[in-house]
C-alpha cells in the first residue's frame, strides 16, 4: 500500500437498521448530527456552477463511479428549460434534482456506495471526521465552485490520484485488437511437466505478445520483435511479471499467460475496486501505523513527519491460506509484544491436525516441545492418550514451549481481536522467498521481527536492538506493554502504483470479485429528475 495521511475518527458511526447497520444515508452525517444545522441549498442555480456541477457529475467515471448513478444525462437536457425561466418552477425542480445529485456523488465519493461489511471487512467503519456532503456544497456553492465540494470529498491520499491517473490510461486504450484473440498454444520443453515458454525460445506468440506489452507501457514501441524471447522484448516481460505478483524470471508459464491475457477493460475494473475500498477503508488511525496488504504479502510501518508520510519499514510476510484459513481484514491496536512466546494451539487446529498426527508419530510431541494445559492451569509435560481425548472433549489445551522448534519464533505482537490474529516470526523462514505467500491457519508471519520491534517499541528507553535480540533468545516467556498502543490495519488492494508504475496482483482471497458482486446487486435508482 502507498503512504498514507491524516487521522481519521474511529468513533462508531452506525445507523441501526436490523441486520447490518445501514450506510452513511444523504445528510445524515456525524458531523450534520453533532455540528452546525445545514446550510440551505440553492433553490434555483446560476448558469456557470450548473454547467461546473453536470460536468463533475459526467466526470464520476474518472473516479471509477458511473454517471448514470446521478441522472447526468436527464440532468443534462433539463437544464436548458431551467436556464430559460431562471425564477420559474422548472428551475426550482431542476435545481431539487441537481442537488440531490450532487449530494449523492459527495456521499459516494467520501463514504464509498455500500456497507463493507457486506463482504465481510471488520474495519471500524467511520468517515472521515467533520465532512457532511451538505455542508461542503454549501460552502463550494457560495465561492461559485462546485468542485471544492468534490475535491473535499475525495480520500487525501496521493495515492487516489495517481490510480485515477491509471484508470484514465487503461480505459484510454478502450478495447484493444491485441486482446481479440487469445496468444497461442505455449510449447512444451523436454522434460516439463507443463506447457512453458523459456528465455531464448522461438514462438509464434511473440509478435502479439510484444503488441500488448506496448501497450501496457512495458516495451518501447520502438523496440524490434526478436524471432526468440531475449533482448528488450525479455526485460519487459520479466519488467511485466514483476508488476503482476509473479516471478520476474521470464518463464511464460499457466500464471504469466493467465496475466498477459487479462484486457485493459478488466485491469481498469481492478482499479475501480481499489478506488472504492480506499473510500472506506480506515488508513488514517494514527501518525504511527502498521498496513499489511494481503494480496501483496507486505507489511509496511508508517510514520508521518512535518505533514508528510515516511515509510519506516518494509518487510515480506505470509498470511493466510486462501479458502481454508483466510486472515480476516479488520484493525485493531498493538498493545503489547511477547518474547519467547507459548504458542497456545487453536481447537481448530488440534482437532483437525495436531491430534490425529500426535496419534500417528508419538515422538513429534517431544520433538516439538509440546504440553497439556488442563481447565484448572495445570501443565502436564508427557503425552498421554488420555490427555489427547480431553483436548478433543474441550476438558485440556495443548500449547508449544518456547524453543527454536516453537511455530511463532521468538517473538509475537499481540493487538486483541475476536479471530486470535497476530504477527509472529517463524523458524520457517524459507516460505519468505515465494512469490505468492499464503500458508499460515490466519496470523501473519514477518519476515523481519527485529525491525517491526524496534518501530514499536522507538520511544521505549532501553528497548535497543541489542536488548531486543536478548529478549528474543532468552527462552523464557515475557510480556512487554507498549508505551502507546500501535494502530494495525490488515487491509486488502489489488491494485497498486509502485515508483509511477501500475501494480496488479491476483485476488487471493476472491474479494475483489465479492465486492463487485455486491455493486452490481446494489439498488441503482437515480437520484428523483423527473419534473
Known amino acids: 500500500m502507498p503512504p498514507f495521511a491524516p487521522r481519521w475518527s474511529r468513533r462508531a458511526w452506525l445507523q441501526a437498521a436490523g441486520g447490518l447497520a445501514a450506510w452513511p444515508a ?70 431539487r434534482a441537481l442537488n440531490a445529485a450532487m449530494l449523492r456523488l ?39 465552485r462546485p468542485a471544492d465540494a468534490v475535491r473535499a470529498a475525495l480520500p487525501p491520499l496521493p495515492f487516489y490520484g495517481q490510480l485515477q491517473g491509471v484508470l484514465a490510461g487503461l480505459r484510454a486504450l478502450g478495447d484493444p485488437p491485441a486482446w481479440a484473440q487469445p496468444l497461442p498454444a505455449l510449447p512444451r520443453p523436454a522434460g516439463a511437466r507443463q506447457p512453458k515458454l523459456e528465455p531464448g525460445a522461438a514462438w509464434p506468440g511473440l509478435p502479439l505478445l510484444a503488441q500488448r506489452l506496448v501497450l501496457l507501457g512495458d516495451l518501447p514501441a520502438s523496440a524490434p520483435v526478436p524471432a526468440r524471447l531475449e533482448g528488450p522484448l525479455l526485460d519487459a516481460l520479466k519488467a511485466f511479471q514483476a508488476r503482476h505478483g509473479l516471478a520476474p524470471d521470464g518463464v511464460i508459464g ?53 505533514g508528510r508520510i515516511a515509510v519506516r519499514l518494509q518487510m515480506r510476510v505470509i498470511v493466510g491460506e486462501a479458502l481454508d484459513h483466510e486472515t480476516p481484514l479488520f484493525d485493531e491496536r498493538l498493545r503489547s509484544i511477547e518474547f519467547s512466546p507459548f504458542w497456545n494451539v487453536p481447537p481448530s487446529i488440534a482437532r483437525a491436525e495436531l491430534v490425529p498426527r500426535l496419534r500417528r508419530d508419538p515422538g513429534h510431541w517431544a520433538r516439538q516441545g509440546f504440553e497439556f494445559v488442563t481447565g484448572d492451569g495445570r501443565v502436564e509435560t508427557a503425552l498421554s492418550p488420555a490427555g489427547l481425548d480431553a483436548v478433543l472433549a474441550g476438558r485440556s489445551r495443548i ?84 508505551r502507546e498502543p500501535l494502530p494495525v490495519l490488515i487491509a486488502y488492494a489489488t491494485a497498486l502504483v509502485a515508483q509511477g508504475r501500475p501494480r496488479f496482483l491476483p485476488d487471493v482471497y476472491g474479494l475483489d470479485a465479492r465486492l463487485q458482486a455486491a455493486l452490481d446487486a446494489r439498488p441503482r435508482t437515480p437520484p428523483e429528475t423527473a419534473r
Not at 463533475?56 to 430559460?84: I, K, N, S, V
Request: hydrophobic share 45%; net charge neutral; with cysteine.
Open 399 to 482: 500449547r508449544q514451549r518456547p524453543g527454536p522448534a516453537n511455530a511463532l519464533g521468538d517473538i509475537k505482537f499481540v493487538f486483541p481481536n475476536r479471530d486470535n490474529i497476530y504477527l509472529h516470526h517463524t523458524p520457517s523462514v524459507g516460505l519468505f522467498a515465494r512469490e505468492r505467500r499464503d500458508f499460515s491457519h490466519g496470523c501473519i508471519r514477518v519476515e523481519d521481527p527485529v525491525g517491526l520491534a524496534r518501530f514499536v517499541m522507538d520511544g521505549m528507553p532501553g528497548w535497543d536492538e541489542d536488548r531486543i535480540r536478548a529478549q528474543m533468545a532468552a527462552g523464557t516467556s515475557t510480556h512487554v506493554a507498549l
Open 26 to 95: 444523504l445528510g445524515s452525517t456525524q458531523a450534520q448530527a453533532q455540528g452546525p444545522a445545514p446550510a440551505a441549498l440553492p433553490t434555483h442555480w446560476p448558469e456557470a456552477p450548473a454547467r461546473e456541477a453536470l460536468a463533475l457529475l459526467a466526470a464520476a467515471g474518472e473516479h471509477g463511479l458511473d454517471p448514470a448513478d446521478y441522472g447526468t444525462d436527464a440532468l443534462a437536457q433539463r437544464l436548458p428549460a431551467a436556464l430559460a425561466a431562471p425564477e420559474g418552477p422548472e428551475a426550482a425542480a431542476f435545481a
Open 254 to 306: 499457466a500464471g504469466t499467460r493467465a496475466a498477459l491475457e487479462v484486457p485493459p477493460a478488466a485491469r481498469a475494473r481492478q482499479v475501480a475496486l481499489t478506488l472504492e475500498r480506499l473510500r472506506w477503508t480506515p488508513l488514517f488511525l494514527g501518525p504511527r501505523m502498521i498496513v499489511v496488504n494481503i494480496p501483496e504479502f507486505v507489511l509496511r510501518a508508517y510514520e508521518v513527519v512535518d
Open 106 to 144: 459527495l456521499h459516494d465519493l467520501a463514504f464509498g456506495r455500500i456497507d463493507p461489511r457486506q463482504i465481510h471487512h471488520r474495519f471500524s467503519v467511520a468517515p472521515r471526521e467533520g465532512f457532511d456532503p451538505t455542508q461542503a456544497l454549501a460552502a463550494a456553492l457560495a465561492r461559485g
